[in-house]
């Protein structure tokens, strides 16, 4: 089964930066959707940013320009570099990931992931 463990989380002031580290261990699939969402309180999760087994990349409006999101294959870990941060970035960060059908275009959507993380708490202060 696979297992996703995020790292990298903690405080900053507003337009400081971040990198979130994702490890993932146990099936290793060769075609793959992986991404980073969040979920502020009262709030639903959403889509940050996501990457293919191709290394195509989507990423949300709200944090086009940046955030990057990057995967080293070597260490199966999936990194998300967070810069200029924002009040409105605050929010516990969870990884995701998904078999990705031969072909297919992965989906920022939440519901479309299976295998997830326990998260990592991101607080931006203004």
């Known amino acids: 089964q696979e297992q996703l463990v995020e790292s990298g989380g903690g405080s900053v002031q507003a337009g400081g930066s971040l990198r979130l580290s994702c490890a993932a261990s146990?099936?290793?699939?060769?075609?793959?959707?992986m991404g980073w969402f969040r979920q502020a309180p009262g709030k639903e999760r959403e889509g940050v940013a996501i990457?293919?087994?191709?290394?195509?990349?989507i990423y949300a409006d709200s944090v086009k320009g940046r955030f990057t999101i990057s995967k080293d294959n070597a260490k199966n870990t999936l990194d998300l570099q967070m810069n200029s941060l924002k009040p409105e970035d605050t929010a516990m960060y969870y990884c995701a990931e998904d078999f990705r059908l031969p072909g297919a275009t992965c989906s920022i959507a939440p519901d479309e992931y299976s295998y997830w993380g326990q998260g990592t708490q991101v607080t931006v202060s203004s």
């Open positions: 990457i293919d087994s191709d290394g195509s990349t």
């Open positions: 146990g099936y290793n699939y060769s075609s793959y959707c």
